[in-house]
């Protein structure tokens, strides 16, 4: 760094709204106000969470009498100096595309996770592990300073491009005056909430940030003292399941008499007991209870329509959007409805007829499909609160009588089924249902003949049973998919 015609490489990844650009012009004005070239380059990615926009920088210190360097517009594997990244996940990406290397580069990024779309679409747990990527990048890194910074920008008010540029001058990377970084934070907009985040997080980088690698441990879970009639009826069943399931019980009955009622929390319990009563091993009743509660929560148009209208939404979709109490705001949403969804609301017999009908298929191509609505109007809140209190006739729908057919096969599947490691596989299968409309009903189709070769074959081993199971969770091998349940099924 220290040679007269030597650069300096730096590469940035910034998700969409999260100012990158703006970070970019701060390093560019930086060094100019030092006396130094700077060329930049961006690719920009798609959508807010499909693809990172690149941002690449070349510093150069000027000579006088030198015109102005050639430099390159593409980085290059290998020769990176400071590689910067907004989100874990990204910066692992940089590790991966080789932009990490131990000799020359120090990477610098916040350690929060923002998931992706191919995570939260993903049919089993599509998530990236975070501790993977940080002890990747202690070890490939020259230095790595990682700390959520997420967590001070939401605090002060601001985006993280602020507390990045406080991270790159706190780490010293670049030869330049600390206090002309702060100059230029303070002549822009938001200066008061952009200086706050940048000084806090300039402070922890010059600290280290986190120096060595440790992976995050979760606080054991207490169930808490009943203080309510509602809690002192449920809280002593939840105790007396196995001390591995007080945490997920604890979560399940909040959540589907939230969904539904009380009786249906009952429900749960009742099911997760039978499974303790007849002895199966604590992991079958704790993935069991676990995927059972997601799916008798499965998602319907009441479902749908319930989450929209909560009292803390709006603040939500304020603090997301940064909008003050007082800033007037629209809210347009998409929404997807088809003739299924609007026949799981009827009556069982009703939701039949109306599948069956030819004449309601053409119609619903006019009445149904894609589109944008103002969920911020009066019109679509009164109807969304209609649909919304629904929810209290749910279990007379055609809509809940196809999912607990199904829920029901897969719980008796997994009483039946000969082996704690084939009941443990069976349990875990519960987890590839879920999603909406289409993709839900990929997902269940898929179990039901998962189900069918279990069935078919009693002695079929727990490894093919996570065979089928994998490719089913893949969305592009339909044809493995099916090829392997044959095999499976013929073999009987």
């Known amino acids: 760094m220290s040679q007269p015609n030597a650069t300096i490489n730096m590469v940035i990844a910034a998700l ?42 070349e510093f150069m210190p000027r000579q006088d009498g030198k015109p102005p360097p050639v430099m390159s517009l593409f980085p290059a594997q290998g020769d990176i100096d400071i590689a910067v990244a907004s989100e ?63 967590e001070i920008v939401e605090r002060h008010g601001t985006v993280i491009s602020a507390a990045l540029l406080g991270a790159i ?12 970084f702060r ?28 120096a060595h690698f440790e992976p995050s441990r979760s606080d054991s879970f207490a169930l808490p003292e009943p203080n309510s009639p509602l809690a002192r009826r449920f809280l002593p069943r939840i105790a007396s399941l196995p001390v591995s399931l007080h945490e997920v019980g604890y979560h399940s009955v909040n959540r589907l008499i939230d969904y539904l009622d009380e009786a249906y929390a009952e429900q749960w319990l009742d099911m ?45 979709v304020r603090e997301e959007v940064r909008a003050s109490s007082n800033q007037p705001m629209e809210l347009s949403e998409f929404f997807h409805p088809r003739l299924e969804e609007v026949a799981a609301l009827l009556p069982v017999k009703w939701g039949e007829v109306l599948l069956r009908s030819g004449l309601a298929r053409r119609c619903s191509a006019a009445l149904l ?36 057919e199904m829920i029901n096969r897969w719980y008796q599947c997994v009483l039946s089924v000969a082996g704690t ?57 339909e044809e493995a998919f099916l090829t392997a349940v044959a095999s499976h099924s013929a073999s009987t």
């Open 169 to 180: 001058a706190g780490s010293k990377t670049l030869p330049f005056d600390p206090d002309s």
């Open 16 to 57: 969409g709204g999260e100012g990158g650009g703006v970070l970019t012009n701060w390093l560019i004005a930086a060094a100019e106000l030092n006396g130094w070239w700077c060329q930049s380059t961006s690719l920009a990615g798609v959508a807010q969470r499909t693809g990172a926009t690149i941002y690449y920088l």
């Open 272 to 316: 997760v007991e039978k499974l303790i009563e007849i002895n199966l091993a604590e992991q079958v009743s704790l993935e069991l209870g676990r995927h059972l509660a997601l799916w008798m929560a499965y998602e319907d148009i009441p479902r749908v329509a319930q989450l929209k209208i909560r009292p803390d939404r709006e603040q939500a």
């Open 183 to 210: 100059k230029l934070v303070a002549a822009g907009p938001g200066a008061d909430a952009n200086l706050a985040a940048f000084d806090e997080s300039r402070q922890r980088a010059a600290s280290g940030g986190v």
């Open 369 to 404: 499909g894609p589109r944008t609505l103002r969920t911020d109007r009066l019109l679509m809140q009164l109807a969304l609160r209609f649909l919304a209190g629904l929810r209290r006739f749910r279990r007379g729908t055609l809509g809940y009588a196809h999912e607990w």
């Open 88 to 150: 874990i996940a990204e910066a692992g990406r940089m590790v991966s595309r080789g932009f990490v290397s131990p000799q020359k580069t120090a990477l610098i990024t916040s350690d929060h996770r923002v998931f992706g779309i191919t995570e939260k679409s993903s049919s089993g747990n599509g998530a990236i592990d975070r501790d993977v990527i940080l002890e990747m990048g202690a070890r490939y890194a020259r230095d790595f300073i990682h700390f959520d910074m997420s």
């Open 421 to 477: 490691e084939r009941a443990l596989v069976v349990a875990q299968s519960g987890g590839l249902v879920k999603g909406y409309g289409e993709t839900r009903h990929r997902t269940s189709t898929r179990l039901m003949s998962i189900l069918d070769c279990i069935e078919q074959n009693a002695d079929i081993p727990a490894q093919s049973i996570r065979t089928l199971l994998r490719l089913a969770m893949e969305p592009d091998s």
